[in-house]
């Protein structure tokens, strides 16, 4: 058990560390906000994550039955993030006040469940890689197994998210003049996102 909980937790580590929607919004309220705030967020994204894995192992269950599935979720989160594209683009060109607050003190913990649910790239990323550490013999279907290893995927998300707050504290003031492009960046990284995997999908 203590393996699957170490595996689960490098797994989300490594798989949230780079710049995505999490990552920047939780600068975002640190920086609006205060650190409590931001551990809200957290908290109710790794929550969700959890949830998120289990939804990836029934996946697996089902991708005998229906091979395409992974592929429609894919195609369902490429649609989700043109969308969140246009949104940021759309609020950073015409909104009046174009950054604005993210959350408060009692609406974070449901904003990060919120993002934390729309980021549908979680679910065939845990589904490959668990599939694959199943296929290696590291870990198996057994319920304690994997309960550990979802637990390890909370743990993992909070810690990697918690780490950017550390982050931005050393560098407030450079992270303060980055967060004034808080939309256009959004709106890129979704883009990016969706752009890719369009391009793995069909070409």
């Known amino acids: 058990m203590l393996l699957s909980l170490f595996l ?24 609006d906000e205060n650190k409590n705030s931001a551990r809200r967020f957290i908290f109710g994204a790794a929550i969700v994550v959890f949830f998120q894995f289990l939804l990836s192992l029934y996946i697996i269950s089902l991708i005998d039955k229906l091979p395409n599935l992974l592929f429609w979720i894919k195609n369902i989160a490429v649609v989700v993030f043109a969308f969140l594209s246009i949104f940021y683009l759309k609020k950073e060109l015409f909104s009046k006040q174009k950054v604005t607050q993210i959350c408060n003190r009692k609406t974070c913990f449901a904003y990060g469940v919120k993002l934390s649910f729309i980021n549908m790239f979680a679910i065939p990323f845990f589904a490959v890689m668990y599939s694959f550490l199943t296929m290696k013999g590291i870990v198996s279907n057994n319920s304690n197994e994997v309960l550990a290893f979802g637990v390890g995927t909370s743990f993992g998300v909070f810690a990697v998210l918690s780490s950017y707050i550390v982050f931005i504290k050393k560098m407030q003031n450079q992270v303060n003049k980055l967060m004034v492009f808080f939309n256009p960046i959004m709106s890129f990284i979704t883009a990016f996102l969706a752009i890719v995997t369009t391009i793995k999908l069909y070409f």
């Open 8 to 31: 689960g937790f490098t797994v989300a580590y490594i798989g949230f560390i780079m710049p995505s929607m999490l990552n920047l919004t939780v600068g975002k309220i640190f920086i």
